[in-house]
């Protein structure tokens, strides 16, 4: 300490800086060591006001945090040490970043019921949801501080070391100064080429050709990203104006409107859009667009729990190449259907009322579940099918809604549902164990 | 540019991606394929092959004898289906025209399959397909010390010498004969003749005659070898995919519940195995009994990835949090680092959530005190609204809204308590006095070692609150861990809930007799309902058991008697699958009883069928015989 207290801060300066000139290393220490200091104070007020309720001394939680505050002022100051070969001075940033974090901590504690208040008064007075209500919340925003307030004490840092870069560049680059054309010390332009000149027509294709470079970029951003972002009612209306056919469009607010729920991708019913329409004329040249919509392109096939809507480009890739050249609905369902129990066999014990992306990729369903994925198979070919009330699948032929064929054997073994075994009782009790006295 | 030789250049790098794409391919592909040849004493080597499904495993082995004209090649494509259902399948190329061969070839083959690790030796089928039937019935009655598990017979014909030479009876196995009635090489009559004959000695037959097709099936055949296939799997043990794991610490139940989960899984099975292999004791064995208990859904769409760090992030709390710590592993494996809870999306909720709840529960040192801080936090996040239909089940679409009903709240709170190592469940609660169910969590309190009921939807019910307790209840449904809680509500697949009730309220085991003019009557289904303020409300349904007994925990008759009726048997079949429909059920002249349940000792209710009387379901019921 100096034997005389400095009464202005100029005086503190210039006696922290004779305390520098005199044993750097000493000084950096000591300021580290404030630091450190500063730190798990910062950390223990939050700590105390955080969990009011809890003696931290005693916990051996709040020590085992503790050293992760205590560390950070040295491995910051190492770190910036190594960036800087030792050129940049952050001992003293360091300090005034903790001794900010610290006051910051503080005020907090100092202030929870004025803060509150203020909280409160928003509240009322803005009446927002409540899902809203921790934008008005100040434990919402503390929750960034000691991030803001590193953050910031870092970009500092960087800013300077940047600066202390460019000064010794430009010193070097003075120090291997050449005469230019003139002659003249100090000027640096005889280093550089003389530029050719530009002609207009080549700027202008420059132009162009940049422009068209990134709009090309901007579409193609398009189509990637947008139909895997989860979507809001932006995202779709972009998505109808700039990625959808106009003659699709009607399809596509159909889609929307009846099986689409926000916060998911676009790209399965986008999906269902372009390959439905691939298939729209192939067993119906005139299908009116209510069937169409209803019967081949919507993704649903049955109320379930979750609904699984991103099976048509499986299940065409696999179903198309196989009736590409039928035009009768009933001849190719014959053969969907074929393949489709080569693929998916029945078996009653799986009777949990999954969608068709489960069916497909389990291999195994039960009856309901076979009749579900045989209805999205069909629409994904392009025939209009459903469920009837028996829950069996029918397709359109004509202007008759009939049974859709079936397999030869559905199976090999008379399989029914196991049921409850006897004596299985619902209800039955846990443990056995007797009402707790 | 000079210094690159192109000559050799070019060759070097087209080899290359030629060798890394096969790399690649050989990696995706579904199957391994061991090609072998087995050597006999007098007719020399001939060639075999086994098509494997991956992952590797001791898998149940089917091993496929083609008929007259096919060979190995044409093999390919069956052997390839029957893989695919979990099988491993064995093609032979054996010498068609010389059966002394054959049958040195095909016990040749059983002895090599016998010796392989990937082969499971108690569980081999064989399939004989037209002239393989013949061949391998006749290898058969040549070796009876050589049986299989299981044997198949496509299209196989009589022979005049089966009657009489051989004896039959000495068959261990079951047999599945399927024909065409159509056939024109051997006709329908010849496996008739033989289901017979085997029936007569005793031999488990199924004879399934297909209509419409011909000898080979047609365009049928794939369809045909695929139920084959199916009868197999279902007719053999599962594929132990555990045997290929050193150490495994699961036992016989625990590895029979994993190697079921991965069957189901299908074409996921890759996907979970991954994560199984990526992962060491002791977390290893925690995701496989996940792994076990996983919903269809889930089997086919989870990654390996979410599975490996939803349990990386419980063993972490476990090895965290005192509360954890003392949990029973098995209770830790399906309420921590389980992550389902009804039928909600899949979504990495636990990472997120702790990042939440951990600051909260840092000093906790006790489940109480852990859950009250859950319960605060869950307070500051969602509020409680009766209007919320529930639909959004899933925790981050939860915490989005802001908002939830009973069931939603359930589930937020169970969530941020797994979270950080708190073992919760949802569970459905039947009140006595409201038409309306409602939910609640069961915390497992590590200082008590038992389940801990909270309603968390009241604003003002922390843990030790005993509200919940006090109200009458019927039953408390908590889900069991296992798989079938999926839409378990939904359709009253009750057998995927436990009733809790004996452990808050006043309850006793009620045992159900039906008689049938004194004659015990099994099979009977009885419905249990309660008056309400809305009417008969649905309550429990039990089944009889080969004595006519039922039992069931049910608590304590609070305002009103209970109704016990049996349904008629038409009803009973609908709820043998569904039991929920039965709450539609129209009173008429039946079986009907009042009855009021008590808490002091096991209670009996006898139920004679044959006193049928008309009940009215608007008539009071009667008054509980002294006050509760």
Redesign the interface.
């Known amino acids: 300490m100096p034997k005389q207290i400095p009464a202005t801060s100029a005086g503190w300066t210039a006696w922290a800086n004779a305390l520098e000139e005199k044993s750097p290393a000493r000084f950096r220490a000591f300021i580290l060591a404030v630091a450190v200091v500063l730190m798990v104070a910062h950390y223990t007020i939050d700590e105390i006001a955080?969990?009011p309720e809890?003696s931290?001394w005693q916990?051996w939680?709040?020590w085992s945090?503790a050293w992760i505050y205590a560390a950070w002022p040295f491995v910051n100051w190492l770190a910036w040490r190594l960036v800087s070969a030792g050129r940049l001075k952050t001992a003293k940033p360091i300090l005034i970043m903790t001794a900010v974090l610290s006051a910051g901590s503080i005020l907090a504690l100092c202030l929870p019921n004025i803060l509150g208040s203020i909280e409160i008064m928003h509240l009322h007075r803005f009446d927002p949801?409540?899902?809203k209500?921790?934008w008005f919340a100040f434990r919402f925003y503390w929750r960034f501080w000691t991030a803001v307030v590193l953050v910031i004490g870092n970009l500092v840092l960087l800013w300077r070391w940047r600066r202390a870069a460019a000064e010794s560049t430009e010193l070097r680059a003075e120090a291997r100064v050449v005469p230019d054309r003139e002659g003249a010390i100090g000027s640096t332009r005889g280093a550089c080429a003389p530029r050719a000149s530009v002609s207009r027509s080549s700027m202008i294709l420059k132009i162009l050709a940049v422009t068209s470079a990134t709009v090309a970029c901007g579409v193609t951003a398009l189509h990637l990203f947008l139909p895997r972002v989860p979507a809001n009612e932006d995202v779709v209306d972009i998505a109808r104006n700039y990625l959808i056919e106009a003659r699709l469009r009607n399809d596509f607010d159909y889609l929307i409107q009846h099986s689409f729920s926000p916060?998911r991708p676009l790209a399965p019913w986008l999906m269902h859009l372009e390959l439905a329409d691939l298939q729209r004329h192939q067993f119906y040249p005139n299908l009116d667009d209510a069937t169409f919509r209803e019967y081949v392109l919507s993704p649903e096939t049955a109320v379930l729990?979750?609904p699984e809507v991103n099976w048509r480009r499986t299940l065409w890739e696999n179903f198309c190449p196989r009736i590409r050249h039928e035009t009768d609905p009933i001849e190719a369902a014959q053969i969907v259907v074929?393949?489709l129990?080569?693929?998916v066999?029945?078996?009653p014990s799986?009777?949990?009322?999954?969608?068709v992306?489960?069916i497909?990729?389990?291999?195994?369903t039960d009856d309901a579940g076979f009749e579900r994925i045989y209805v999205a198979t069909l629409r994904s070919v392009g025939i209009a099918a459903r469920l009837n009330d028996a829950g069996q699948a029918e397709l359109l032929e004509g202007n008759q809604w009939q049974v859709a064929p079936r397999?030869?054997?559905s199976?090999?073994?008379d399989k029914k549902?196991p049921?409850?075994k006897?004596?299985?009782?619902?209800?039955?009790?846990?443990?056995?164990?007797?009402?707790?006295q | 540019m000079r210094y690159v030789n192109y000559r050799i250049g070019v060759p070097i790098v087209a080899l290359l991606c030629l060798l890394l794409a096969m790399a690649w391919e050989t990696h995706r592909d579904p199957f391994r394929r061991i090609e072998f040849t087995v050597n006999t004493p007098h007719f020399g080597k001939t060639k075999a092959i086994a098509v494997l499904p991956k992952p590797d495993a001791t898998f149940p082995v089917l091993i496929y004898v083609h008929g007259w004209s096919d060979n190995l090649m044409k093999d390919g494509k069956s052997l390839r289906?029957i893989a695919?259902?979990g099988l491993a399948a064995v093609g032979i190329e054996y010498d068609q025209t010389n059966p002394a061969a054959f049958d040195e070839q095909f016990l040749a083959l059983q002895n090599f399959v016998q010796r392989q690790s990937w082969a499971q030796s108690n569980a081999i089928a064989w399939l004989g397909m037209s002239m393989g039937a013949q061949r391998t019935l006749w290898f058969l009655l040549n070796h009876p010390g050589v049986q299989p598990q299981l044997y198949v017979r496509l299209s196989g014909g009589w022979d005049e010498e089966l009657g009489s030479k051989f004896q039959v009876s000495s068959f261990k196995f079951p047999v599945?004969l399927?024909h065409s009635d159509n056939d024109t090489v051997f006709p329908l009559e010849d496996t008739r003749r033989l289901a017979a004959l085997l029936e007569t000695n005793g031999v488990s037959v199924?004879l399934?005659v297909?209509?419409?097709?011909g000898h080979d099936?047609g365009?049928?055949r794939?369809?045909?070898f695929?139920?084959?296939a199916?009868?197999c799997r279902?007719h053999l043990p599962l594929a132990d995919y555990t045997a290929t794991l050193r150490d495994c610490r699961l036992n016989d139940a625990e590895r029979q519940r994993f190697n079921l989960a991965m069957q189901?899984?299908?074409?996921?099975r890759r996907e979970l195995w991954k994560a199984v292999v990526a992962s060491h004791e002791p977390e290893r064995r925690t995701l496989m009994m996940v792994i076990g208990g996983l919903?269809?859904?889930d089997?086919?769409?989870v990654q390996a990835s979410y599975l490996k760090s939803n349990v990386h992030l419980a063993w972490q709390a476990r090895r965290t949090y005192p509360w954890c710590h003392n949990t029973p592993l098995d209770i830790f494996e399906k309420y921590v680092a389980g992550s389902r809870f009804?039928?909600?999306?899949i979504e990495p909720w636990r990472p997120l959530l702790n990042r939440l709840a951990r600051?909260e529960v840092?000093?906790c040192r006790t489940t109480q005190e852990a859950s009250d801080k859950v319960w605060k936090l869950m307070n500051e996040?969602v509020?409680f609204n009766l209007q919320e239909s529930d639909n959004e089940l899933a925790p981050l679409?939860i915490l989005?809204?802001?908002?939830a009903g009973c069931l939603g709240l359930c589930i937020m709170h169970a969530a941020i308590a797994r979270s950080v190592g708190l073992a919760e469940r949802v569970t459905r609660v039947l009140w006595q006095n409201s038409l309306g169910e409602h939910f609640c969590v069961e915390i497992w309190s590590a200082e008590d070692q038992?389940w801990h009921e909270i309603d968390v939807s009241a604003g003002d019910r922390a843990f030790d609150n005993d509200w919940v307790m006090r109200v009458p209840k019927t039953?408390i449904?908590?889900p069991t861990g296992d798989r079938?809680v999926?839409?378990g509500l939904?359709?009253g697949r009750?057998?995927s809930?436990?009733?809790?009730?004996?452990?808050?309220?006043?309850?006793v085991?009620v045992v159900i007799k039906v008689r049938n003019h004194g004659i015990p009557a099994?099979?009977q289904t009885v419905g249990i309902k309660l008056p309400t303020v809305k009417g008969l409300v649905y309550m429990?349904?039990?089944?009889?058991?080969?004595n006519g007994?039922?039992?069931?925990?049910?608590g304590r008759s609070a305002q009103y008697p209970y109704l016990f009726f049996v349904l008629p048997p038409e009803e009973a079949a609908v709820s043998?699958?569904y039991?929920f429909p039965f709450s539609r059920h129209q009173f008429g002249e039946e079986t009907w009883r009042w009855v009021q349940v008590r808490?002091d000792q096991t209670q009996e209710v006898i139920l004679n069928l044959e006193d049928r009387q008309p009940f009215d379901p608007n008539t009071k019921p009667p008054a509980l015989s002294k006050p509760l």
């Open positions: 955080y969990h809890t931290l916990a939680t709040f945090g949801p409540i899902e209500w921790h916060g729990p979750l074929r393949f129990r080569e693929r066999g029945i078996d799986y009777d949990y009322r999954v969608g992306e489960t497909w990729t389990e291999q195994m397999v030869l054997v199976s090999l073994e549902f049921g409850p006897h004596g299985l009782v619902n209800f039955r009790n846990w443990a056995g164990d007797d009402w707790p | 289906q695919e259902l599945l399927v199924n399934r297909l209509r419409g097709t099936f365009l049928d794939p369809v045909v695929r139920e084959m199916e009868y279902a189901r899984a299908g074409q996921n919903e269809d859904y089997l086919a769409h009804f039928q909600e999306q600051h840092k000093y996040k509020a679409k989005d809204a802001g908002r038992r039953a449904l908590a079938g999926w839409d939904g359709v009750w057998s809930f436990t009733n809790t009730i004996s452990l808050i309220y006043p309850s085991d099994p099979d429990a349904l039990a089944r009889t058991d080969l007994e039922a039992r069931l925990t049910l043998a699958k039991p808490s």
